[in-house]
T-cell receptor, first 115, second 114 residues
Framework: KAGVTQTPRYLIKTRGQQVTLSCSPI?????VSWYQQTPGQGLQFLFE???????NKGNFPGRFSGRQFSNSRSEMNVSTLELGDSALYLC??????????????FGNGTRLTVT | DQQVKQNSPSLSVQEGRISILNCDYT??????FLWYKKYPAEGPTFLIS?????DKNEDGRFTVFLNKSAKHLSLHIVPSQPGDSAVYFC?????????????FGKGTKLSVKP
């Protein structure tokens, strides 16, 4: 079974630009979560999507947005990039049901550098 | 304020011995705890989890212990192997992990020496 796939692996953008990151979950997984990892803050939850609906959101500004498609694939968008947005962005998928406890399975991330 | 803390940034252990990684939390509403392992340039890999209704869960060489009264959990690896060298993250959730929102500690780097 293929794992979580994230594209691209590396990205360099300039301040003020916008960026879109893509995530394909494990087949059959309908929940997709996004995390930001930085050396100072560690892994921080951005948002979670299930059946094309955002169910949960972390404490990030509105410049960070996402969406999920009917095939469960997800995209994350960051607008008006700032230097502090440089980070590893991780996508994770899980098999969830009511009170599901399926663990998150992570992709290898997209390394975003903002110059 | 950090709700999940891993106070040891690093740990060095001899091959074959026991590795004990510790994690403390402050939120008494957490009901689901997980450990992840991360190699450089890869995403975190799920290792083992435990529900708050249990105090121990075992999977092969990995055992997680939960002490709810002390708000403390630990991961034991026995015996430790050089391939276990990685950064280990403790994570917790209030909703059984059902909505993707895990609170992570900042990790402990484990080095297992041959």
């Amino acid at each position: 079974k293929a794992g979580v796939t994230q594209t691209p692996r590396y990205l360099i953008k300039t301040r003020g630009q916008q960026v879109t990151l893509s995530c394909s979950p494990i087949s059959g997984h309908r929940s997709v979560s996004w995390y930001q990892q930085t050396p100072g803050q560690g892994l921080q939850f951005l948002f979670e999507y299930f059946s094309e609906t955002q169910r949960n959101k972390g404490n990030f500004p509105g410049r960070f947005s996402g969406r999920q498609f009917s095939n469960s694939r997800s995209e994350m968008n960051v607008s008006t990039l700032e230097l502090g947005d440089s980070a590893l962005y991780l996508c994770a998928s899980s098999l969830t049901g009511p009170r599901g406890v399926s663990p998150l399975h992570f992709g290898n991330g997209t390394r975003l550098t903002v110059t | 304020d950090q709700q999940v803390k891993q106070n040891s940034p690093s740990l060095s252990v001899q091959e074959g011995r026991i590795s004990i990684l510790n994690c403390d939390y402050t939120n008494s509403m957490f009901d689901y705890f997980l450990w992840y392992k991360k190699y450089p340039a890869e995403g975190p890999t799920f290792l083992i989890s435990i529900s708050s209704i249990k105090d121990k869960n075992e999977d092969g060489r990995f055992t997680v212990f939960l002490n709810k009264s002390a708000k403390h959990l630990s991961l034991h690896i026995v015996p430790s192997q050089p391939g276990d060298s990685a950064v280990y993250f403790c994570a917790a959730s209030e909703d059984g992990g059902s909505q993707g929102n895990l609170i992570f500690g900042k990790g402990t780097k484990l080095s297992v020496k041959p």
